[in-house]
């Protein structure tokens, strides 16, 4: 179906990350009925589109993005008629849903990996990527994402597979045109449903450079860095299309990629919608500024001008040619307001700040859960309390590296996932009223601050600053279709860039600094011909903005 109506450009997606959100049966984990039960606050906040990370049958190696059945529910989060209700309940109040499609690897205990691993003439053998060791060892040095090397022995036929995640997500062998029809299947089971689109898991990934080369190996690093033959491979575009035509182009549904490693060149090839592949894709350089060499647990501060840098190159490159997805967060991510922002005196400036700097730019706004009521990170003091296989096989590789304790826990306060994956904070009560039994992670101790029942409650609060900026965004075109300028490029914590279209204009100023910031002449002697749309803080005078003030002025 080719259809015009680009109806992704002007809305705005919330994801779920459902083992944290909502748990409806006491058993510690959240849940689709814990969903269904939000649905209303979530059209109060006013977003048009749910992303779902994976509620598919998993072992939970990697909470659900180690898929044993792709057409089945977790138990722990319902049934297949959960499912089919909540569905219905998010259309019938005019939302729509998109589901995680994970399909650059499975779980080792799908079916088809079970099959493949008995034997090398197995009808299931090639849906695997499988190697002769090369000298008794791994058949060639990449490392995997979650530490260790990226090849795992198996005895019974005496071959290595490969897993880019952890040793129970096995990657597929796209190059199989078997195993490619029976995805199309599956992606079509789910669309007849009537979901609403696809974010796909590291899609950028699946196909692999033939021969698969030994990387680069870093200075102090244990295992050679493969990315230049798996990130955006030679049969990308073909293996995208080939989906589009043969399952996308039937729906009248949005589809964002993952993309870790990709350009704004890469991305315009990715979503042009003349290609025919996906929509939007994430983008990662903004994720990475405050990483020093060696990864993201190199601990950087950020510099604003490299954060500004990089978002005028996105939004200006694929103006007109693609389209961006803008995201501060998401279940892989730190808080943004414990990142980029202040999340002591200025937290609730700091995060309505950061989120006009970002949803007044041009591309599809991502809010990821508590988001909205500025939710912070987390630092537990003993390993034992995390919970993500991320984190856990770092802090053992870094010990063995030489690392101590502190050094290591400093970076996961700074960066690991399970700051984004603590429960939601509903209320004041006992673990932030996500559950009434143990919940599967701790909360966030913050939860008595920071709860969405006292945001409901706060005409002031950080949950209202989103709501108003979802409405303006339906309210106002030139959000969606504007170009875009960066201003005062060299200023060292001032954000500010000019939105134009028709004979419209629109100027976002945003403080990244706890200090007071006096606007240059060339801005405030534009000022007087605007009027503000909206800001973070009581009117006063716009040419001195306040700690974490943003302004947003219209002409
Ligand atoms: C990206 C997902 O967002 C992340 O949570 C997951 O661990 C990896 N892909 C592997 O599926």
């Not at 002007?10 to 779920?16: A, H, L, N, P």
């Not at 995680?100 to 009808?123: A, G």
Request: charged letters at 25%; glycine letters at 6%; a negative charge.
């Amino acid at each position: 179906m080719k259809t015009n109506d680009q109806w992704w450009k002007k809305s705005v997606v919330y994801q779920i990350y459902p083992r944290s959100f909502n748990d409806s049966n006491g058993d510690g984990i959240g849940d689709i009925q814990g969903i269904i039960e939000k649905l209303d606050y979530l059209k109060l906040l006013g977003v048009d589109v749910i992303w779902l990370s994976p509620i598919y049958d998993s072992p939970n190696d990697d909470n659900g993005y180690d898929i044993r059945d792709y057409q089945t529910i977790m138990d722990e989060f319902g049934t297949t008629a959960d499912f089919d209700q909540m569905l219905e309940e998010i259309h019938k109040r005019d939302m729509k849903l998109v589901m995680d499609l994970v399909v650059n690897h499975t779980s080792d205990e799908h079916e088809w990996f079970v099959q493949s691993k008995k034997s090398k003439d197995n009808p299931y053998r090639d849906y695997y990527i499988w190697r002769e060791g090369n000298k008794g060892k791994e058949p060639n040095n990449w490392g995997s994402f979650f530490s260790g090397s990226a090849w795992d022995y198996d005895e019974t036929t005496n071959e290595y597979y490969l897993h880019l995640f952890s040793k129970k997500q096995p990657d597929l062998n796209w190059e199989n045109p078997k195993l490619r029809e029976e995805v199309y299947d599956m992606m079509k089971y789910w669309l007849d449903k009537g979901i609403d689109g696809f974010r796909m898991d590291v899609i950028n990934m699946i196909s692999k450079q033939p021969g698969l080369p030994d990387g680069v190996l870093g200075e102090g690093q244990l295992h050679g860095d493969g990315s230049p033959f798996f990130m955006n491979g030679p049969r990308i575009h073909e293996f995208l299309q080939e989906m589009n035509q043969e399952v996308l182009s039937k729906y009248p549904i949005m589809t964002v990629g993952e993309m870790p490693g990709t350009t704004p060149d890469d991305a315009i090839l990715y979503t042009n919608p003349d290609r025919n592949e996906v929509n939007m894709i994430f983008t990662f350089e903004h994720m990475d500024l405050d990483s020093a060499p060696g990864g993201k647990w190199n601990l950087k501060p950020l510099n604003l001008v490299e954060l500004k840098e990089n978002q005028t190159k996105w939004q200006t490159a694929l103006h007109n040619k693609g389209w961006n997805s803008l995201y501060w967060n998401n279940h892989d991510q730190p808080r943004i307001v414990s990142r980029f922002g202040n999340d002591k005196e200025y937290r609730v400036k700091s995060a309505k700040m950061l989120a006009a700097c970002l949803h007044f730019m041009q591309g599809t706004p991502y809010i990821y859960q508590g988001e909205e009521i500025g939710m912070t990170n987390v630092a537990f003091t003993s390993l034992e309390d995390y919970r993500d296989i991320e984190t856990i096989n770092m802090y053992h590789e870094r010990k063995l590296l030489g690392f101590t304790h502190e050094e290591i826990m400093t970076s996961i306060y700074a960066k690991g996932r399970d700051n984004a994956r603590t429960p939601v904070q509903w209320d004041d009560s006992q673990h932030g009223g996500f559950t009434s039994g143990t919940p599967w992670i701790k909360t966030n101790p913050r939860y008595k601050e920071i709860n969405v029942k006292s945001a409901l409650e706060d005409p002031q609060s950080i949950f209202y600053f989103y709501q108003k900026l979802i409405s303006l965004r339906k309210e106002m075109d030139i959000i969606v279709e504007g170009d875009f300028q960066l201003l005062a490029k060299n200023h060292p914590t001032l954000f500010a860039y000019e939105r134009k279209w028709k004979n419209e204009s629109l100027l976002v100023l945003c403080n990244f600094s706890a200090n007071e910031l006096v606007l240059e002449e060339e801005l405030t002697s534009r000022i007087p011909e605007y009027k503000v749309l909206l800001s973070n803080y009581e009117a006063g005078n716009t040419a001195v903005l306040r700690p974490y003030e943003a302004v947003v002025l219209k002409k």
